[in-house]
């Protein structure tokens, strides 16, 4: 099995989900070949909610100092996948390697449904 892909599904188990009870799991993949994975993490105030994919960031910056995202997957029990929220796709979009060639695989817990570009899921991402 792809190893994002199992450290997406394994991560997703650890997801802190009591209100939407819907559980997600990301990894990604740094310029140097590591991974990281990262799960929901809800909260009664639902502002202070984290998405899976930031989690996964938030661990590669703080474990590693790594700044450059090559692939992400991003798996949820729903049959058909989910894509990143709009926070998300602007979050990895700021630290992807190439938005032109980092890809997003949708899964579910089973195996990978679709794949995108970065650049597929936000166009027109906000810059400075």
């Known amino acids: 099995m792809n190893p994002l892909l199992s450290e997406a599904i394994k991560t997703r ?3 802190h989900a009591p209100y939407s009870k819907f559980m997600v799991g990301a990894a990604i993949r740094d ?3 590591q991974i ?3 799960c929901n993490v809800e909260n009664a105030s639902y502002g202070a909610t984290i998405c899976a994919e930031r989690t996964a960031v938030v661990r590669m910056v703080g474990q590693s100092g ?3 995202i090559t ?3 991003v798996v949820t029990d729903g049959a058909s996948g989910h894509t990143p929220c709009g926070i998300c796709r602007q979050v990895l ?3 992807s390697a190439d938005p032109k060639k980092t890809l997003v695989h949708i899964a579910n817990t089973q195996k990978i449904l679709k794949t995108f570009t970065l650049e597929d899921l936000l166009p027109e991402s906000f810059k400075l």
């Open 13 to 15: 188990l650890q997801a």
């Open 36 to 38: 990281y994975g990262g």
């Open 93 to 95: 979009t700021e630290f």
């Open 66 to 68: 790594a700044r450059k």
């Open 31 to 33: 310029d140097q070949g």
């Open 71 to 73: 692939e992400v997957v």
